[in-house]
């Protein structure tokens, strides 16, 4: 707190030994909006996951520091916070304090247009800073933008879709009776330079990482899901009823997976130095893609996990990697990671392994294939997985022996236990 007690600092909270910088990347609240005690202010970004900070104090946002795109290290001021005793009924700052310096102006409300044709206050639009940037340059009406962005957001794509919409018809008017120009529209060649984000530039760091300090090796198998698939379909109901949440493919999975890990400890190890070190547990690591980039929260003891609890913990990583609530804790350690390029529609790829595992199981897309049973040609869903692995710590054989028992576990389903 500052030397005036009515107004509160809103400080860069500490989120980790290893986390030294973050970056703004959004403000939730404007100078003048109203604040609860504990109500998310602004969102932070880490090289490893989105965290919000909170307000400390009920109040209003008395002002904005730090810009979003400023990068900052803990303890740094983000913005101040007026108590709720220091603020004047109807006031959108503390009573007797001018504006804070250099803090952007509160937005005036947007207005959506009533049936009477008298304009009305409507909720505000959230729109990134590339976004704001491009529409002023290229004189649209925000109203005539569609948000597509996460929480409703407009972003780069949404005005890159308005302006495309509205360019033939303006072309129209202007060209009427005209001969068609020979240049090209002004702007197709354009350009727009971006910082990569902390996280995008974690990333890639330890993209290159991987391939610079591990001999990576990939192998390849493919799996009938027909089995997998008639039991989902028909313990979906019951599973559901019972546990709240849809029985899935990933836990088939990440069952499959720690059962051929426990037959090939060398896809759980590490390279330490000189030695390689061998875990008895199992935290297996689910990558999972957002609108800043793929992150990795990991199942702690997968191991003692049933199918309904991998199942909730995989939706609650989705949704919270949506929303940018995942915490930098969730993303840390690992043993073992699966991927699942298939939910984008990817037949085959080859994953790259996170340091410093030892190999990453890839999941691709459920494609109908004719293939050979018993002698006769049948049409089956049929998935490619590929195993990425660490070749100064796991064989060949040992890579093609773990494929094998993914294989005929999600083959013979009933060979896991699955509790309903």
């Given at each position: 707190m500052n030397s005036d007690s009515t107004t509160v600092e809103l400080k860069v909270p500490a989120l980790g030994e290893s986390i030294a910088e973050v970056e703004v990347v959004e403000w939730l609240k404007q100078p003048g909006d109203p604040v609860s005690k504990d109500e998310s202010v602004v969102v932070l970004e880490t090289d490893k996951a989105a965290v919000e900070v909170p307000s400390p104090v009920a109040g209003r946002l008395a002002g904005i520091l730090k810009a979003v795109g400023a990068r900052v290290r803990i303890g740094e001021v983000l913005g101040q916070v007026a108590a709720a005793a220091a603020v004047q009924p109807g006031s959108t700052r503390p009573a007797g304090a001018p504006p804070t310096a250099g803090a952007p102006a509160a937005p005036e409300p947007v207005r959506s247009a009533s049936p009477t044709g008298v304009s009305s206050p409507a909720t505000p639009v959230r729109i990134t800073p590339v976004a704001a940037k491009m529409l002023a340059e290229k004189e649209l009406p925000l109203d005539a933008i569609q948000p597509s962005g996460p929480g409703g957001r407009v972003i780069k794509?949404?005005?890159?879709?308005?302006?495309?919409?509205?360019?033939?018809?303006?072309?129209?008017?202007?060209?009427?009776?005209?001969?068609?120009?020979?240049?090209?529209?002004?702007?197709?060649?354009?350009?727009?330079?971006?910082?990569?984000?902390?996280?995008?530039?974690?990333?890639?760091?330890?993209?290159?990482?991987?391939?610079?300090?591990?001999?990576?090796?990939?192998?390849?198998?493919?799996?009938?899901m027909a089995s997998v698939i008639a039991l989902r379909r028909e313990v979906q109901e019951q599973f559901q009823e019972r546990y709240q949440v849809k029985l899935g493919f990933m836990s088939f999975f990440t069952k499959a997976v720690i059962e051929a890990l426990k037959e090939v400890p060398q896809l759980n190890a590490e390279i330490r130095g000189v030695e390689i070190v061998y875990r008895n547990y199992f935290d297996i690591g689910i990558a999972v893609g957002s609108d800043r980039g793929l992150v990795v929260p990991v199942l702690r003891?997968?191991?003692?996990?049933?199918?309904?609890?991998?199942?909730?913990?995989?939706?609650?990583?989705?949704?919270?990697?949506?929303?940018?609530?995942?915490?930098?804790?969730?993303?840390?350690?690992?043993?073992?990671?699966?991927?699942?390029?298939?939910?984008?529609?990817?037949?085959?790829?080859?994953?790259?392994?996170?340091?410093?595992?030892?190999?990453?199981?890839?999941?691709?897309?459920?494609?109908?294939?004719?293939?050979?049973?018993?002698?006769?040609?049948?049409?089956?869903?049929?998935?490619?997985?590929?195993?990425?692995?660490?070749?100064?710590?796991?064989?060949?054989?040992?890579?093609?022996?773990?494929?094998?028992?993914?294989?005929?576990?999600?083959?013979?389903?009933?060979?896991?236990?699955?509790?309903?």
């Open positions: 794509e949404d005005v890159l879709r308005a302006e495309a919409k509205a360019r033939p018809a303006a072309a129209a008017v202007v060209n009427a009776g005209a001969p068609a120009a020979s240049a090209p529209p002004a702007g197709d060649r354009e350009e727009e330079r971006v910082p990569m984000s902390l996280l995008r530039r974690r990333i890639a760091e330890r993209l290159v990482q991987a391939q610079h300090t591990a001999a990576l090796l990939t192998t390849f198998n493919e799996i009938d003891h997968a191991e003692r996990m049933s199918f309904a609890e991998i199942e909730r913990a995989v939706a609650d990583f989705a949704l919270r990697a949506k929303e940018r609530k995942l915490r930098p804790e969730d993303l840390e350690g690992g043993t073992f990671t699966i991927t699942n390029g298939g939910v984008y529609g990817s037949l085959l790829s080859t994953p790259i392994v996170n340091p410093p595992q030892s190999g990453v199981l890839g999941m691709h897309a459920i494609q109908e294939r004719p293939v050979a049973v018993n002698g006769q040609v049948v049409i089956r869903p049929m998935m490619y997985v590929a195993l990425t692995y660490d070749h100064r710590i796991v064989d060949g054989r040992e890579a093609v022996v773990f494929l094998r028992h993914v294989k005929t576990l999600i083959e013979e389903p009933p060979r896991m236990l699955i509790e309903i």
